[in-house]
Nanobody
Framework: QVQLVESGGGLVQAGGSLRLSCAAS????????MGWYRQAPGKQRELVAG???????DYADSVKGRFTISRDNAKNTVYLEMNSLTPEDTALYYC?????????????WGQGIQVTVSS
C-alpha cells in the first residue's frame, strides 16, 4: 500500500513563500509522476505542477515563474517551492503519485494540506 505524507503548509502573507513536501512510502512502479494539485472552496481540483521520474516538469500557467517542483528519487519525495504567493493561491493542496508499467497504472493521493495566503 502506498502512503503519501504531506508537510509544509500553513499561513503566509501575500508575497511570501512556502515549501511543500510529500514523501511516498510503499511499493509503486519505477515509471511515475509525482505532483501537486489544489482545490479552493467552490472550485474544481486543478493541477499545480508535476514531475516525472525522468525529471520532466509541467506547471499550471497561473504558477509558472513563481513555483518550482523538484524531487529526490532516493527519498521518494517531491517538493513544491512556492514564491510570490497571492491570496488566489489559497487552497487545499494534494500530493499525487501516478505510476505505470505498460497498460497497468495506479493513482494515489495524499490527505491534503492547507495553504492560506493573507492579503
Amino acid at each position: 500500500q502506498v502512503q503519501l505524507v504531506e508537510s509544509g503548509g500553513g499561513l503566509v502573507q501575500a508575497g511570501g513563500s512556502l515549501r511543500l513536501s510529500c514523501a511516498a512510502s510503499g511499493s509503486f512502479f519505477r515509471l511515475n509522476k509525482m505532483g501537486w494539485y489544489r482545490q479552493a472552496p467552490g472550485k474544481q481540483r486543478e493541477l499545480v505542477a508535476g514531475i516525472t521520474s525522468r525529471g520532466m516538469r509541467d506547471y499550471a500557467d497561473s504558477v509558472k515563474g513563481r513555483f518550482t517542483i523538484s524531487r529526490d528519487n532516493a527519498k521518494n519525495t517531491v517538493y513544491l517551492e512556492m514564491n510570490s504567493l497571492t491570496p488566489e493561491d489559497t487552497a487545499l493542496y494534494y500530493c499525487n503519485l501516478y505510476s505505470w508499467v505498460g497498460v497497468q497504472a495506479s493513482d494515489y493521493w495524499g490527505q491534503g494540506i492547507q495553504v492560506t495566503v493573507s492579503s
